[in-house]
C-alpha cells in the first residue's frame, strides 16, 4: 500500500523563554555531581534540571532545593506522574507502570528504580526541599493510585 506524502507545514508562535533556566540547570547539575537522582547516569548531555514545584507556580523558584537532577526519561516520568518521589528520597513507580511487560529499558530505566532511595546532593543545604517534594509525591500518588 502506498503511503500518501506528508505535507509540511509550518507556523510561527509567540513564546515565553525561561532565560533563568540554563543558569537553573547548572546549579542543580553541579549539586547532583552531574548524575541523575534516580539512575546515577553521568551523560550532562542527557540531564535536565527538574523543577519539583513547577516553575509556573510561584513558588517554583529556581533554586537548587527546588531542583532534581534528572535524566531525560526520569524528568519526563516524573513530570508525567509515571514516577513519583516521598518526601524520604524513595522512588515510586506508578502501577501502570509496573503493570507493563516489556524489553530492557522499561524493567531497568523505571521498573528497576521503584522503591530505591534518590541520590542526594552532598551538601545538606542544596537537598531537595522535603515539604515540596510532599506536596508533589500527593499529586504522584493521587494521579497514579
Not at 547548572?26 to 534516580?38: F, H, S
Amino acid at each position: 500500500m502506498a503511503q500518501t506524502p506528508i505535507d509540511r507545514r509550518y507556523t510561527t508562535v509567540e513564546a515565553k523563554a525561561r532565560l533563568h533556566q540554563a543558569e537553573f540547570r547548572e546549579l542543580v547539575l553541579g549539586a547532583y555531581d552531574r548524575r541523575c537522582a534516580v539512575s546515577g547516569l553521568p551523560i550532562p548531555d542527557l540531564l535536565e534540571a527538574a523543577h519539583i514545584i513547577p516553575d509556573r507556580d510561584v513558588r517554583g523558584r529556581p533554586e537548587i532545593t527546588n531542583g532534581l537532577c534528572l535524566s531525560t526519561i526520569h524528568h519526563r516520568a516524573y513530570d508525567a506522574n509515571l514516577l513519583g518521589i516521598d518526601p524520604d528520597g524513595r522512588i515510586h513507580v506508578a502501577e501502570a507502570v509496573l503493570a507493563q511487560h516489556d524489553g530492557p529499558t522499561l524493567e531497568a530505566a523505571l521498573k528497576g528504580m521503584h522503591s530505591r532511595q534518590i541520590r542526594l546532593p552532598r551538601h545538606v543545604e542544596d537537598r531537595p526541599n522535603r515539604d515540596f517534594l510532599a506536596e508533589r509525591f500527593e499529586g504522584f500518588h493521587t494521579r497514579a493510585g
